[in-house]
């Protein structure tokens, strides 16, 4: 039941360049998808999200781009820093039912930015 | 800035030992969760749990597991029989409602090791 999908175990980038973070799904019943941040030994963190109605949100260093007819999502950040070294994991929220609220996650990216 | 609390920060139990894991959501939030991650794999949700009585349980979520708030700050997780396949790091979330594009506010989690 893979309905969040991050295909790149990791990504490696320079810093002051562009991080692609990727994910896609395959169920059409979330109201929102969301980026989370996650550093060892701490639990995930809110990053940034966007609306199944949006096609693009930003928020300082950090955009998300939605394709719904593609299912796909992809997180930018620019200029990539150092500190942005982390796991990112996409998360889908339900949107109706008993399944409202709830978050469905990728296996998480693992990005490590070089200075 | 609020955060979650969760206490003890690692766990260690005997095969067939009884566990509570422990969480103090934000004061305000309504709406709480249990989510795992088994090391290397997604974050999977286990529980949601609103105005004293669960939303909705995975299929993770058997007789085994049960959850609590049993004073209105606490929210627990608790394992009765541990097996070893339940080795994981535990997140406690809480969130104001369901609906918010900020998601779930996440412990720093706890790290169960069944032995």
């Known amino acids: 039941d893979q309905q969040v999908k991050q295909n790149s175990p990791s990504l490696s980038v320079q810093e002051g360049r562009i991080s692609i973070l990727n994910c896609d799904y395959t169920?059409?019943?979330?109201?929102?998808f969301l980026w989370y941040k996650k550093y060892p030994a701490e639990g995930p963190t809110f990053l940034i999200s966007?609306?199944?109605?949006?096609d693009k949100n930003e928020d300082g260093r950090f955009t998300v781009f939605l394709n719904k007819s593609a299912k796909h999502l992809s997180l930018h950040i620019v200029p990539s820093q150092p500190g942005d070294s982390a796991v990112y994991f996409c998360?889908?929220?339900?949107?109706?039912?008993?399944?409202?609220?709830?978050?469905?996650f990728g296996q998480g990216t693992i990005l490590t930015v070089h200075p | 800035e609020p955060e979650v609390t969760q206490t003890p920060s690692h766990q260690v139990t005997q095969m067939g030992q009884e566990v509570i894991l422990r969480c103090v959501p934000i004061?305000?939030?309504?709406?709480f969760y249990w989510y795992r991650q088994i090391l290397g794999q997604k974050v999977e949700f286990l529980v949601s749990f609103y105005n004293n009585e669960i939303s909705e349980k995975s299929e993770i979520f058997d007789d085994q597991f049960s959850v609590e708030r049993p004073d209105g700050s606490n929210f627990t997780l608790k394992i009765r029989s541990t097996k070893l396949e339940d080795s994981a790091m535990y997140f406690c979330?809480?969130?104001?409602?369901?609906?918010?594009?900020?998601?779930?506010?996440f412990g720093s989690g706890t790290r169960l090791t069944v032995v």
């Open positions: 979330a809480s969130s104001v409602d369901r609906g918010s594009q900020y998601g779930y506010t």
């Open positions: 004061s305000n939030h309504l709406y």
């Open positions: 998360a889908a929220r339900g949107a109706g039912g008993t399944s409202y609220g709830k978050l469905t």
């Open positions: 966007i609306s199944s109605i949006k």
């Open positions: 169920n059409s019943m979330f109201d929102y």
